[in-house]
């Protein structure tokens, strides 16, 4: 079934286009009209501090890393530098021998640094960042609490655990 050049923009928009980010901007704008651009701009949710991650909108902290907040990692887990994205080691040290330390960051950061208990990916999200697909993953675990102390929320996780902390990574595929 063909589609129309109008539909077609609605569903690339869509795509693109975080449902929070969406419903984020509408609430701004109605409240820019009831209360004036002050209001507006003091609860825009760019300025969020949960930010920490492009792509992310949620509360939920970062995964201990050696880059911490920017806790970006390879295809398997490990972590990567969160700019140049090439391998660092546990201590933030680029990765050039496998005598230096590696770990996946849920897996075995998570359980050295917290104590949390067989941490594991759970599902996760795409967006858009800087013209490249971004995926966001949760770190999930048995636990009650988030990383950064709020009550743990289900997520994308399964088998009765609950988010303790984000990841991302980044694609070459072009958004």
């Given amino acids: 079934m063909l589609e129309t050049?109008?539909?077609r923009l609605s569903v690339d928009l869509a795509e693109r286009t975080p449902r929070r980010s969406f419903l984020g901007r509408l609430?701004?704008?109605?409240?820019?009209?009831?209360?004036?651009?002050f209001v507006a701009a003091a609860i825009d949710p760019d300025l969020a501090e949960a930010h920490h991650i492009c792509g992310h909108t949620g509360s939920t902290g970062s995964c201990p890393h050696p880059f911490s907040p920017r806790s970006r990692i390879d295809s398997?887990?490990?972590p990567l530098h969160p700019r140049y994205g090439y391998k660092v080691d546990d201590n933030g040290r680029r990765y050039v021998s496998q005598s230096q330390p590696r770990?996946?960051?849920c897996e075995y950061m998570v359980r050295r640094r917290y104590g949390v208990s067989y941490p594991r990916y759970g599902g996760g999200?795409?967006?858009?960042?800087?013209?490249?697909?971004?995926?966001?993953?949760?770190?999930?675990?048995?636990?009650?609490?988030?990383?950064?102390?709020?009550?743990?929320?289900?997520?994308?996780c399964s088998s009765g655990r609950k988010v303790f902390c984000i990841v991302y990574r980044r694609t070459s595929t072009r958004c």
């Fill in 27 to 37: 609430g701004t704008g109605v409240v820019a009209l009831a209360g004036g651009s």
């Fill in 125 to 156: 999200w795409s967006r858009c960042c800087y013209g490249r697909v971004r995926r966001i993953y949760d770190c999930c675990a048995r636990v009650r609490y988030r990383i950064n102390g709020d009550r743990a929320v289900t997520g994308y």
């Fill in 76 to 78: 398997d887990g490990y």
């Fill in 103 to 105: 770990h996946k960051v």
């Fill in 5 to 7: 050049a109008a539909e």
